[in-house]
Structures are given as structure tokens and as C-alpha cells.
């Protein structure tokens, strides 16, 4: 077994004795292993193997597909953003920017965002959890800016902070999955990416942050643009 699985293409058109040759076995040995298997056969067992390999080849295109289409729409909304101006103005006249992640991956490419714009001389302001959010909002001013990234969108854990930001005037972009959400809905200012590769038994995201950052590099990359041609 331990042959078949490093050599599955071989073993396709190998017959069983040369296959038992090969393992320094008998082809009953290997006749007895894939019965033990639950095979009626080594021809059975050969008939797995290709239909095994072939779905598995067929899941590889589909991802690469799928990936294709979520940066392909991650490119188009952003693209199509009629307040992307507006928010390259209020990311240049910010005094202070802040950046929240909901989750691990969201900080860390939070994080890769905000040194990015170490380069135009904007220092983005990392808040690590709801709790430091529910704190520093009472030193926000309707003169800052907060980025909030977030897959899902559900707000239930900083819901009071958000509407606390929102009746204080603090200028907010949200950045989600390209769905109607709770965190879209609260923020004037939303940026979208694609993300379709979805665990749907743990209701999660399967796949990197791939487009996540792509859209942020897409901001960056837009703001020092937009002031480089103004």
C-alpha cells in the first residue's frame, strides 16, 4: 500500500503480478490486500484508484476556478466603488486611523495594510480585540477613521460599540465578504471582497485571505495613485 500510494499513476497501468514483483510479493498476497479492502479484486481496486485520482484532479481545476472568480469580482466591486474617492480624502485627512480585525486572519492582514502605509507616512493604529475597541472609542473623534475587517459580517460581540461609534459621528469602513451583512449595514462606507471557498458543515472560511488582502492591496495601492495624479 505504502508503493501504490507513492506511485499511483504507475500502479494505473501496471498488471497484479508486476505490481507483486515490484513489493517483493506474491500476487495473491496483493489479491488477499485488496480484498481486505473491500474490493472484489485487484481490477476493482485499478478502477478505484483512476476514479479516486480523476475526482481529485477535478477538485483541483474547481478550486483554481474558483479562485479565479473570486478575485475576478473582488477586482470588479472595487472598481465599481462610487465612494472610493471619498475614501482615499478621508484616509489623507485622518488624524488618527484605526484598524480592527474580527478574527486572527483579518488582524494579520490588517497588519501587512498598515505597514504598507508606513510608506506614504500614515501610521495605522492596530486595535487587537472588541475590548481595546470598547475602550479607545472613548478618545475617537469625528476627526479619526476606523477600518473594521471582518468575514461574516455578524456583529453581536461589539454591536453597543459600533452604534456608540455611529451616534459619535466616528468615520467608519467596513470590509466583508461580498453579502448583505450586519456590518455593511451600520457603516456609510463599505469595501467588499469575494470569498467563496466555504467550510459549510463549520460555516467558515475554507480557504487564505487571499482576497482580503487583495483588496486592501487594491486600496493601497489606489490611494497613493490617487494623490500621486491629483
Not at 481486505?36 to 485499478?46: C, T
Request: charged content about 20%; proline content about 1%.
Amino acid at each position: 500500500l505504502n508503493f501504490i500510494q507513492n506511485n499511483l499513476n504507475l500502479c494505473l497501468t501496471i498488471s497484479i503480478s508486476e505490481l507483486a514483483s515490484k513489493c517483493n510479493a506474491s500476487t495473491a498476497t496483493v489479491l488477499r490486500t485488496t480484498k481486505k479492502l473491500g474490493f472484489s479484486g485487484y481490477s476493482e481496486f485499478k478502477y478505484f484508484l483512476k476514479s479516486d485520482i480523476h475526482e481529485k484532479n477535478k477538485e483541483s481545476v474547481d478550486i483554481v476556478e474558483i479562485i479565479n472568480k473570486d478575485i475576478s469580482q473582488t477586482i470588479k466591486v472595487f472598481q465599481q466603488n462610487k465612494h472610493i474617492n471619498e475614501i482615499y480624502e478621508m484616509i489623507h485627512n485622518a488624524k488618527n486611523i484605526y484598524a480592527y480585525g474580527t478574527g486572527q486572519g483579518q488582524r494579520l492582514m490588517l497588519q501587512e495594510f498598515a505597514r504598507c502605509f508606513l510608506n506614504v507616512n500614515k501610521n495605522i493604529i492596530m486595535v487587537p480585540t472588541s475590548t481595546e475597541l470598547k475602550i479607545m472609542k472613548k478618545y475617537m473623534s469625528d476627526k479619526d477613521l476606523l477600518f473594521i475587517a471582518s468575514w461574516s459580517g455578524k456583529i453581536e460581540k461589539y454591536q453597543e460599540t459600533l452604534v456608540n461609534l455611529d451616534v459619535l459621528g466616528i468615520p467608519m469602513i467596513s470590509i466583508t465578504n461580498l453579502n448583505n451583512n450586519e456590518l455593511s449595514r451600520i457603516t456609510k462606507y463599505n469595501l467588499y471582497f469575494q470569498s467563496t471557498s466555504i467550510d459549510k458543515d463549520m460555516n467558515i472560511n475554507d480557504s487564505s485571505y487571499l482576497t482580503l488582502h487583495l483588496i486592501l492591496h487594491l486600496l493601497y495601492d489606489g490611494y497613493t495613485n490617487y494623490f500621486t495624479l491629483k
